[in-house]
């Protein structure tokens, strides 16, 4: 499980990342996001979901 990613978290590797259930689990309406290196992981959608790389 250490390839999902709190929101929030700075320094991760720059790319697209997708967003997660808690347990890395698919979601109906999934948001994706791109980031630079440097940037921190966004908001998610809602409490407890994370980011996981694609």
């Known amino acids: 499980m250490s390839d999902l990613k709190k929101?929030?978290?700075d320094n991760?590797?720059?790319g697209k990342y997708i967003e997660v259930g808690p347990?890395?689990?698919?979601?109906?309406?999934p948001r994706e996001?791109?980031?630079?290196?440097?940037?921190?992981?966004?908001p998610t959608q809602k409490e407890g979901h994370k980011w996981k790389k694609k």
């Open 7 to 9: 929101p929030g978290m």
């Open 12 to 14: 991760q590797k720059p």
């Open 23 to 29: 347990r890395g689990g698919k979601l109906d309406n």
């Open 33 to 42: 996001v791109t980031i630079d290196q440097g940037d921190r992981l966004p």
